[in-house]
């Protein structure tokens, strides 16, 4: 049996529509949501038949949540009712609504960037009774993502001890700044703030500047990517067990762990770190971006070997015979003589026409590019990395793509990121909820 198929046999539970069979099976029956794929399509998505109740918000939480919808699991998004998700409001730029008698500036590309394959219910678990639903959702999901500080949800009665009582086999993922333990537990943790405590921001910037921030907020996305690959573990670890668990989920122990070799560099020589080193490399030299006519261009001249090729490329062979840089460690040694060189030299032509020079030749070498020109690069377009999909209120809106590729399974963008409350009748309605039921909810402002 192939590890994917494996996979699906250990998370995936039977579909069971008759309440016959499910009475006399134990069976969960499943609601009209939980029914969107055909088997076709199931087939190829490795999380079909996952269930994912999201009460996260911003980026963190919403990245790991996606990356388990893109690859078939239902996501429900609990949001407030009024506000919703703080991202909703963070623009410009928005993607603005068709229908111009239409009030607001449209939907915040800040959380279309996050939210496509998800479904949105409006709801208030301030309410009594929008945690009774809470409750019920909780019974049919498999998975719940929050991020919350540690204990801010247990006076909801939406902590994993009461919700482990409710379904065992829930898998129940906290997200937060720096833990459900430890010193700085209580602290609020927005990705700046880890990236400076946790030492990425130290390391990051020109050699004689300051330090500065990355420019996404990298540690957010990076504990979404953990988590998610840790509610897929414990997607596993249920099939055999038959239990759900705690996964405690911190941006602060992600950003450690991405320090890597710079880490364990430290701790192995148990010296102070070298700082920060802008684009180039501490131990490699050439290894950084040069100024062109009209941009920047990047080398990576890591042995000897490319040494020479980019010599001969720039038009300079003497200085591969050159004493001052004849190894790596000679050049190291020269590190400001051979950058000034290089670069007085990639100054002389666009950086258009050094890709063209460059090309075939075995060195490694990158334009520098800003984001619409890496969106339009050729390569990126053939990879499939942009996507169109149409938006109920917004019409057509382009998308960043799922990034890994499968020889059988399909991930990718099949529903747009949902307007605020877009499912909140479907999802009630598929927990029997009746349609007075959700007008007197409504009316008492528990969902929207």
Known sequence: MSVALKFQALVRRPVVNSPTIAAATGLRRTAPWQRSYSSAVG????????????????????????????????????????????TRAWGPPFAKYQDESRQGPGESA?????????????????????VEILHKLVKE????????????????????????????????????????????????????????????????????????????????????????NAIMAALIARGRTGKGQHIDASLSDCQVATLSNLASSALISGKKDSGRWGTAHPSIVPYRSYKTRDGDILFGGGNDKLFGVLCDRLGYPNWKTDARFVTNSDRVKHREEIDGLIENTTKQKTTQEWLEVFEGSGMPYA????????????????????????????????????????????PGVRTPPPTLGQHTDEILGGIEYGKEDIARFKQEGVVS
């Open 43 to 86: 087939d190829t998505l490795p999380l079909t038949g996952i269930k994912v109740l999201d009460m996260t918000r911003v980026l963190a939480g919403p990245y790991c949540t996606q990356i388990l919808g893109d690859l078939g699991a239902e996501i429900i998004k609990v949001e407030h009712p009024v506000r919703g998700d703080d």
């Open 110 to 130: 800040y959380y279309l960037a996050v939210n496509r394959n998800k479904k949105s219910i409006g709801l208030s678990f301030a309410h009594k009774s929008g």
């Open 141 to 228: 999901c498999d998975v719940l993502v929050e991020n919350y500080l540690p204990g801010g949800l247990k006076k909801y009665n939406m902590d994993y001890e009461t919700l482990h009582a409710i379904n065992p086999k829930l898998i129940y993922a906290s997200i937060t700044g720096y833990g459900q333990t430890g010193p700085y537990s209580n602290r609020a943790g927005y990705d700046v703030m880890v990236e400076a405590e946790m030492g990425l921001m130290h390391i990051t910037g020109a050699r004689d500047g300051a330090p500065v921030k990355v420019g996404v907020a990298v540690t957010d996305l990076t504990t979404g990517l953990y988590t998610s």
């Open 367 to 410: 334009a520098v590019n800003d984001i619409q020109g890496t969106l339009n690069h050729s390569h990126v377009q053939a990879r499939g990395m942009v996507t169109e999909v149409d938006h109920p209120d917004c019409g057509p809106i382009k998308l960043v793509n799922t990034p890994i590729k499968y020889s059988h399974a399909t």
